[in-house]
T-cell receptor, first 113, second 113 residues
Framework: DAGVIQSPRHEVTEMGQEVTLRCKPISGHNSLFWYRQTMMRGLELLIYFNNNVPIDDSGMPEDRFSAKMPNASFSTLKIQPSEPRDSAVYFC???????????FGPGTRLTVL | KQEVTQIPAALSVPEGENLVLNCSFTDSAIYNLQWFRQDPGKGLTSLLLIQSSQREQTSGRLNASLDKSSGRSTLYIAASQPGDSATYLCAVSSTGANSKLTFGKGITLSVRP
């Protein structure tokens, strides 16, 4: 298996633009997680899905952030409009069950100018 | 609210030394605990997962222990090598059907040749 796949790996955009991050979980995994990592706050869970259903989105910072999982093999995290304080590395992870070992993708480094 | 602490934030040791990385958490009602490794600019790699009913797990030169009652875990690295240089993160999964990981901020380890 190729592991968790994320795209793009790097994204540079201007404030106010829409940003869409993509994730393909490991085949067969039924839990998917979106995290954000910054120097100041470390690694924070934004939202996670079980069987394509959002379970906990309490970590989503505000309404500018939204996430979808239309099927078991694809998820998106969208920021609209983006702001400089959204600059961070965004990770997607998947697992076989929400309490099981999590496997992380390589991350998307987002820079909002 | 679960809080995970890893102290110190950084550690530098000479090659060949055995070392211990510490992790503490505030709520002992956990489902499991995971240790991850993160190389600069990369995603997280799962090293060891300890279920709440277990006391330790071993993989090669790594040994992780868990003391739920005191809210502590340690990652023991035997005969450290320069290739072990990375950031090591501890994460705990809360109990319940919708458990999620809470991460510490990590310990950045440098092993000097």
């Amino acid at each position: 298996d190729a592991g968790v796949i994320q795209s793009p790996r790097h994204e540079v955009t201007e404030m106010g633009q829409e940003v869409t991050l993509r994730c393909k979980p490991i085949s067969g995994h039924n839990s998917l997680f979106w995290y954000r990592q910054t120097m100041m706050r470390g690694l924070e869970l934004l939202i996670y899905f079980n069987n394509n259903v959002p379970i906990d989105d309490s970590g989503m910072p505000e309404d500018r952030f939204s996430a979808k999982m239309p099927n078991a093999s694809f998820s998106t995290l969208k920021i609209q409009p983006s702001e400089p304080r959204d600059s961070a590395v965004y990770f997607c992870a998947s697992s076989l069950g929400s309490g099981a070992e999590q496997f992380f993708g390589p991350g998307t480094r987002l820079t909002v100018l | 609210k679960q809080e995970v602490t890893q102290i110190p934030a950084a550690l530098s040791v000479p090659e060949g030394e055995n070392l211990v990385l510490n992790c503490s958490f505030t709520d002992s009602a956990i489902y499991n605990l995971q240790w991850f490794r993160q190389d600069p600019g990369k995603g997280l790699t799962s090293l060891l997962l300890i279920q709440s009913s277990q006391r330790e797990q071993t993989s090669g030169r790594l040994n992780a222990s868990l003391d739920k009652s005191s809210g502590r875990s340690t990652l023991y690295i035997a005969a450290s090598q320069p290739g072990d240089s990375a950031t090591y993160l501890c994460a705990v999964s809360s109990t319940g059907a919708n458990s999620k990981l809470t991460f510490g901020k990590g310990i950045t380890l440098s092993v000097r040749p």
